[in-house]
């Protein structure tokens, strides 16, 4: 699965309405000392368009987000499809990926994004994924009014105003605004999600697939996988463990476990048979902090020991 950085953010939104990345930029919105902040029109944005842009890769991002949509939109998690009619106000977070799909050319509103180090408690007094808002688990988007939708509006305005300005403390501003923003929408019922059992669940299979083989080929004695358990593809995904293990179960007629077991079992003799590394290096590279751990898990799954798997290459 991508993550969006915000260097790509701009690469894309620069071709997307065909201009240079620097002027979509605001001076001084990037220095290391206050993070990243940047807020855009969205109606601006999609001037001159006259078909629909490619729709938003599913995807996880480097940033944080906040957008006030005033158009038909779906947003797809790995489990649950939800429809925008009218007004909504999403909140994205670098730990739940999710797809989106504009409806039509109609869209207007704002969005903004910084990174967390803009929000850094020492700055805003708060840890952002300690927000409601922003815990895994949940679809943050949120059904507004047209009065609702004009209020939020106006913040994201006070915060474009202010992005030009020459207040000095313009920044400790924005971060309020930014805030407030938060408190409205924990005040707020979100969306519910439809269910879409069929395609959630091939939807869910093939992005824990996906995210599977993004892990491999390991290249290097020094790379170590970053997920290994049922658990940590299931946090990636933002879905319980369990309903992660059902949904393969029934689609794959192999549990999260196995599928997990299975390929780095294929990796393990791969390595074992095409390269030179030791086996602890092998086992420290597919997330084996000792080597017995690795030994094991091995015969269990092969019958065999990786010492006989090596001895049988030539």
């Known amino acids: 699965m991508a993550i969006t950085t915000i260097a790509d953010f701009y690469k894309e939104t620069s071709e997307f309405v065909n201009c240079e990345v620097n002027p979509l930029l605001p001076a001084g919105f990037n220095a290391k000392e206050i993070g990243h902040f940047n807020v855009f029109n969205l109606e601006t944005l999609m001037q001159g368009l006259t078909e629909l842009p490619e729709t938003m890769p599913y995807s996880r991002k ?3 987000k906040i957008s006030l949509v005033r158009g038909r939109n779906v947003a797809e998690y790995a489990d649950k499809v939800i429809n925008i009619e009218q007004n909504a106000l999403l909140f994205a977070t670098p730990r739940i990926p999710y797809h989106w799909i504009p409806q039509d050319l109609d869209q207007k509103g704002y969005f903004c994004l910084f990174t967390d180090d803009f929000l850094v408690q020492s700055k805003s007094g708060v840890i952002l994924d ?3 808002i922003f815990k895994p688990g949940g679809y943050p988007i949120f059904q507004l009014s047209n009065e609702q939708a004009d209020e939020v509006a106006a913040l994201f305005k006070k915060m474009q105003n202010e992005t030009q300005s020459d ?20 005040k707020l019922q979100p ?12 939807r ?26 049922a658990k940590d593809y299931a946090d990636r995904l933002a879905i319980h463990s369990n309903h992660l293990n059902k949904v ?15 390929r780095l079992v294929q990796e393990a003799k791969i390595l074992l048979k095409q390269t030179d590394w030791n086996i602890s290096e ?15 898990f091995f015969k269990k799954q092969t019958s065999l020991s990786p010492i006989e798997i090596r001895s049988q290459v030539g």
Request: proline letters at 4%.
């Open 167 to 186: 207040y000095l403390y313009k920044f400790d501003l924005i971060r309020n605004f930014v805030m407030e923003l938060v408190h409205y929408g924990q």
């Open 204 to 229: 869910v299979s093939s992005l824990f697939i996906e995210l599977l083989e993004r892990q491999f080929p390991v290249s290097s004695p020094q790379q170590k996988l970053s997920l290994r358990t």
């Open 248 to 262: 393969l179960k029934e689609s794959t007629g192999k549990t999260t476990t196995e599928h997990i077991a299975g």
């Open 62 to 64: 480097a940033y944080y």
């Open 130 to 132: 300690e927000l409601p």
């Open 282 to 296: 092998i086992a420290y590279s597919l997330g084996f902090e000792q080597l017995s751990h690795f030994s094991n």
């Open 191 to 202: 969306y519910t999600p439809n269910s879409g059992t069929h395609n959630a669940s091939a």
